[in-house]
Each structure stands twice: as C-alpha cells, then as structure tokens.
C-alpha cells in the first residue's frame, strides 16, 4: 500500500461512501470527499471529523460537469478512487431512466477519462447484486450471467463492463467491482448511517421509522413467497463490514492490475420477518406491522456466495442482524435527538453552529 496514500471517495457523504471515508481515515490514508451533496447532508463531513478526528478534505463537485471533474483530477493526486457516486432508487430509475444513464455513467465515463488523463489508474466501484437479475440460482456466484431487471441495475452491469474495458486496453489500470447485497446499519457512535429523506424505500430504515414512532406499522409486501415464513430473503451486511471490503479491495488493487467482481455479503439470508424480530429485540419492544401486497419486482430470495471475497479479498462480514438493528437503532436515537435539539436552537434564535 505504500504508494496508496491520497483516495478520492466519490459519493464520500452518502450512506456507504461515509462509513468507508471513516475507515480509510482511521488506517491512515488521506481521504478526499468528492460529492455534490444530491443525495446527502454536508453535515455528514464535520461528523466523519468527530469519529475520526479530523474532517476529510472536500470536494463539491458533480461528476456530470466533465470540465470540473478534469480540473479536480489534474490537481489533486490522486493514488485510487472509491467510487460511490450515482443515484441509487429502483423505481425512480424505471420512471426516469435518462437520468440514471445520464448520472450514473456518463458521470463515471467523465470520471474515468479524468482519472485516465491524470495517471490515476486505480478504482473501486460500488456494484450491487442487482446485476445478477432474477434468473440465477442462489447463492449467486460471481461467474454468473448478469441480467438486471431495471435500469438501475443496468447502469451498474453498464459500469462494470466499462471497468472490464478498460483495464483491457491498459494493463496499468486496475479495477474491482463490489457487488453489495442489502447494506444496512449504522456506525457504532451513532453520528453517521443510514438517512434517507422523506418515506424510506428499504426495509430497515422503514422499520427504523416504526420504532422511533414516525411511521404507524410496517407493511410486509407479501408473505406468500415459496420462503419458510413466506416473506422475502435477503443478505444483509452491515455497513461497517462493507466499508472493511473496500480497504481490502484496495490493498488488493495495489498488488494486481486487470478487473474483478466480487460479492460482498454474509452468505446467509433473513427474512422480512426476521429482521422484524430482530430489529424488535435491539429497540426493546414489538413493532406493528400488516400483510400488503407484494411489491412488483421482488424476488423471493437473494444471497451470496462469499468465498470470492475470503479468497481474494482476504475479508468477510462479522456482524450479526441483531448487532446491524442495534447500530440503526442507536443512530436513529442520536438523529432524533439531533434534529430536536436544532429545532430547539432555532426556536431560540441561536445561530447554528
Ligand atoms: C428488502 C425486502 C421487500 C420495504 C434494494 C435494491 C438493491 C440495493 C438494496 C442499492 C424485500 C421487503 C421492504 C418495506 C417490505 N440498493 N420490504 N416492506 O429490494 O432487496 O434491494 O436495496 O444497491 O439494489 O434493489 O431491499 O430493503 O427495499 O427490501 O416488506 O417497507 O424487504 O419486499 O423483500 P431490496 P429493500
């Protein structure tokens, strides 16, 4: 690693991206945050800065503005890239797909020609297991064929192949490819996690708003899945394993070139239920939930084959679902006591800090 030492993380302010910058720093790399904050809070820099002691550098930049992310690379020698940058929600990409096309990879093709142009020659993307779409057997194995069944997931399978090409043409670059299952959780100090706006997507942010009260019960969608309770699986991992992944990644990239994909996951499942339970057992008390229907798109069971990552990557996830909920509930708390405590100062006319 030791001509590892300045990483710029696109994205650095997100859910993923800030939990990694946090670790990066905590071994020892300088980091760079490159972000223009579409899907995050600026407030996150200052609080990676109280885990870490000391803020990492800031970029405010929107990979779509190729003259700006051109200029950025020029100056800031760059030794990698982890590159989280891009939006993220299922259903907003099948109604806005030239958006994601748009942001997603042109924003990466902007991002790879200015790391190109700068010797920058060594990436880390933030895949997903959506790539593998809904016809391949479980655990799902990197060698598998990838068809995603919506346009974000073909942005992500797009990137990849662009990474494939790429370290083709230029023995000198090196990539890989982190295929994520279901990141969920939250840093142990409560400061960063999981903080989507508005009515969460995904399950255990929804269950977060149940149990702090926000949100009245939890709709299951759908409990008649060929699945022992009925309802779906999925591989969670917490947050902070995933962000261990990408070191190793990167200690990784510093020693090979060409590319690779690898699953991140803990090669179990749980299901929907389950996590309830879970999440019931880490905030001390039952959560309501009801039966909805089943939400188009769904598959009954996602789960990875982790022994890519052990092989390769020389990691694997430690945390278990009840710790994952104990940490998303822990930040959940501090959120709400955050946000209360700023209403409180405005109120009073206190300047905010
Ligand atoms: C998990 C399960 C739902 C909400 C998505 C993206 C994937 C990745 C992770 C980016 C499913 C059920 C959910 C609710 C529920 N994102 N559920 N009630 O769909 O597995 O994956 O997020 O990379 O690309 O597709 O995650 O958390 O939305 O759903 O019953 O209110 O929980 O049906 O079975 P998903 P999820």
């Given at each position: 690693m030791g001509n590892m030492k300045h990483i710029v993380v696109t994205g650095g302010a997100g859910f993923i991206g800030s939990h990694t910058v946090a670790a990066l720093q905590q071994e020892g790399f300088a980091v760079t945050v490159l972000d223009n904050f579409s899907n995050s809070d600026p407030s996150v820099i200052g609080r990676i800065g109280q885990i870490t002691g000391q803020c990492p550098a800031l970029a405010e930049i929107d990979l779509r503005d190729r003259d700006a992310v051109f200029s950025f690379f020029r100056e800031a020698g760059a030794d990698a890239v982890i590159h989280f940058a891009g939006f993220k929600a299922v259903g907003e990409s099948c109604l806005h797909p030239l958006d994601y096309f748009h942001n997603n990879i042109g924003g990466t093709v902007n991002l790879l020609a200015a790391m190109d142009a700068a010797g920058c020659k060594r990436i880390v993307f933030s895949s997903?297991?959506?790539?593998?779409?809904?016809?391949?057997?479980?655990?799902?194995?990197?060698t598998m064929p990838t068809g995603a069944a919506n346009p974000y997931g073909r942005t992500k399978r797009v990137i990849e192949e662009m990474l494939s090409d790429m370290t083709a043409s230029d023995p000198a670059w090196s990539a890989a490819a982190l295929r994520y299952f279901n990141p969920v959780g939250a840093h142990p100090s409560g400061l960063i996690g999981e903080n989507p706006n508005?009515?969460?997507?995904?399950?255990v942010p929804y269950i977060a708003k149940v149990a702090c009260g926000e949100l009245e019960a939890l709709r299951?969608?759908?409990?008649?899945?060929?699945t022992p309770d009925g309802t779906c699986l999925r591989d969670y991992i917490h947050v902070c394993d995933l962000a261990k992944g990408h070191i190793c990644a990167m200690r990784y990239l510093a020693e090979h070139t060409g590319f690779e994909t690898v699953n991140l996951g803990t090669g179990r499942s749980a299901s929907v239920l389950e996590v309830l339970h879970a999440y019931e057992t880490a905030c001390g008390r039952k959560l309501p939930y009801v039966i909805a229907p089943r939400r188009p798109g769904d598959i009954p069971r996602m789960q990875a084959d982790v022994r890519k990552a052990k092989r390769l990557l020389h990691w694997s996830a430690e945390s278990d679902l009840v710790t994952m909920c104990r940490d998303s509930w822990h930040f959940t708390i501090m959120q709400k006591e955050r946000r209360e405590s700023h209403a409180v100062h405005r109120h009073q006319g206190v300047s905010e800090g």
């Open positions: 997903s297991a959506t790539v593998y779409g809904d016809k391949n057997p479980v655990p799902f194995v990197e508005g009515i969460p997507d995904n399950l299951v969608f759908g409990n008649d899945y060929d």
